[in-house]
């Protein structure tokens, strides 16, 4: 059984391990540009992009159990995006300006100095939700492919769709 491994074989514990370290360091990159995408390269596309990779990573070790997301499924997460990121546009036009218009906010904080923030943030994350969200759906889906080939090539009955 290839437990939705898109490769079959053996496991490698030096490929498990090489993803299990590298797979939340890579998550904290996807942040990084999720964040900084205002001012420089990145944004919510690119990080999620980038949080998709080390979901595929794990696929490719562990299978779909692996690069499964835990707590949420790949469809919530795609609807949470699109949610804040259509609310950010309502947002926007709400307080009288364009719809997906971005908006300034900025404030003194004690401690930290000036805080700014903007209205695109929101939409960033809601776009960066969609992606992960997405990539999520084509592991599963490569998955359940990779476990219907072996369930084939195991019993040729299924070819004949079962009549055998």
Not at 1 to 8: E, I, K, N, W, Y
Request: proline residues 4%; glycine residues 18%; hydrophobic residues 45%.
């Amino acid at each position: 059984m290839t437990d939705g491994r898109p490769f079959g074989g053996d496991r490698s514990p030096i490929l498990d391990e090489s993803i299990r370290l590298a797979f939340h360091t890579v998550l904290v990159l996807s942040v990084y540009l999720l964040f900084v995408g205002h001012n420089a390269p990145g944004g919510g596309f690119s990080g999620g992009l980038v949080a998709g990779a080390a979901i595929f990573l794990r696929f490719i070790a562990g299978g779909r159990a692996a690069g499964a997301l835990p707590g949420l499924g790949y469809e919530a997460l795609c609807g949470l995006g699109l949610l804040i990121s259509s609310v950010t546009g309502v947002a926007a036009l709400a307080g009288g300006l364009g719809f997906l218009e971005s908006w300034v906010f900025e404030r003194e904080v004690p401690v930290l100095g000036v805080v700014k923030f903007t209205g695109t943030l929101p939409f960033d994350i809601g776009v960066y939700l969609v992606v992960v969200g997405l990539i999520a759906a084509i592991v599963d889906s490569l998955g359940r492919e990779a476990d219907t080939s072996e369930t084939h090539a195991l019993d040729p009955s299924h070819d004949q769709g079962g009549s055998r």
